[in-house]
């Protein structure tokens, strides 16, 4: 089934108008700019940063029928455009990865999680908001943002390696300030994929 994004860049892709443009903005806009802020550092550039990938999409509309993937398209398009504005600006001297702060949603109890109590969410929720930068952007992109291995890995410019290594990472840490033992394989493999759903 197609996300409610994806059905709103192809009626866009179709129609070209200015009316479905705005309705293609307004969807994903404040996600670019959160993303944005992680790489610019500062709500004012980002949201200038992300204007000028519309701003081109727009002027380009008539060639998007080639961008197959629109979510991974933009925010390999923001991280590009923030890294070379930084750049032009003399400003860009850190990794991107590192230092940045994020906020991730919580976890919440839920009709799958209803007997975790709420004491085991809270500290769930401290571990994962501890993890490293480098960690909390992976995790983010993957758990709240719904991509893939491989998207996460282009979005960032990483290799897939290193996406799976900042999972395990984080994971490894998660365990840690918990207090699981992840020497049993299963545990490892249940508490990623409980860790990576939102």
């Not at 590192?98 to 009709?111: E, R």
């Not at 085991?120 to 480098?134: D, G, I, K």
Request: hydrophobic fraction near 45%; aromatic fraction near 10%; include cysteine.
């Amino acid at each position: 089934m197609e996300s409610k994004g994806k059905h709103i860049f192809n009626r866009f892709r179709k129609e070209l108008t200015q009316e479905s443009f705005t309705e293609f903005f307004d969807y994903y806009y404040s996600r670019m700019v959160h993303f944005a802020v992680l790489i610019a550092k500062s709500e004012i550039l980002a949201e200038e940063i992300v204007l000028d990938v519309f701003l081109k999409l727009w002027e380009q509309k008539r060639t998007i029928a080639s961008i197959s993937n629109i979510e991974t398209y933009l925010f390999v398009s923001v991280r590009n455009t923030a890294i070379n504005t930084l750049k032009k600006d003399q400003k860009f001297v850190v990794d991107m990865l590192d230092d940045v702060y994020i906020q991730l949603a919580d976890y919440k109890a839920s009709a799958e999680n209803l007997l975790i109590e709420n004491e085991m969410l809270e500290a769930l929720n401290v571990a994962v908001n501890n993890l490293p930068s480098r960690c909390k952007i992976i995790f983010k992109l993957i758990r709240e943002d719904g991509f893939n291995r491989n998207e996460v890995a282009r979005i960032l410019n990483v290799s897939v390696k290193t996406v799976d290594n900042q999972v395990v990472i984080a994971v490894r840490k998660i365990a840690g300030q918990l207090n699981i033992d992840l020497a049993n394989p299963q545990k490892s493999r249940g508490l990623t994929a409980f860790l990576l759903a939102l």
